[in-house]
Nanobody, 121 residues
Framework: QVQLVESGGGLVQAGGSLRLSCAAS????????MNWYRQTPGKQRELVAT???????NYADSVKGRFTISRDNARKAVYLQMNSLKSEDTAVYYC???????????????WGKGTLVTVSS
């Protein structure tokens, strides 16, 4: 089995910073894309940032220039540095990854349980 566990969420004032972490564990052979999503009540889950296995990144327009996604392949971890936070960044942030498990040839998509980020104005 594969688990993704997020950490680093919390309450921060507008203009502040937070760093989210996500660690993958289990019978993992390879992780390709790693992503951060976020969701607020009544809205669809939104893709915030993506990083490929070779480090190529992509961001939602709403976070470009403020958020930075990075990964540590040796630790099977992905991070989201969030700066200049705004009240509209308040959401549950989810880690997501495409994982090939050991002794398999297929890639499956996994989700963490989420971590709450609250930005007070």
């Amino acid at each position: 089995q594969v688990q993704l566990v997020e950490s680093g969420g919390g309450l921060v004032q507008a203009g502040g910073s937070l760093r989210l972490s996500c660690a993958a564990s289990g019978s993992i052979f390879r992780i390709t894309n790693m992503n951060w999503y976020r969701q607020t009540p009544g809205k669809q889950r939104e893709l915030v940032a993506t990083i490929t296995s070779i480090g190529s990144t992509n961001y939602a327009d709403s976070v470009k220039g403020r958020f930075t996604i990075s990964r540590d392949n040796a630790r099977k971890a992905v991070y989201l540095q969030m700066n200049s936070l705004k009240s509209e960044d308040t959401a549950v942030y989810y880690c997501n990854a495409d994982v090939q498990r050991i002794a398999t040839t297929t890639t499956m998509n996994y989700w963490g349980k989420g971590t709450l980020v609250t930005v007070s104005s």
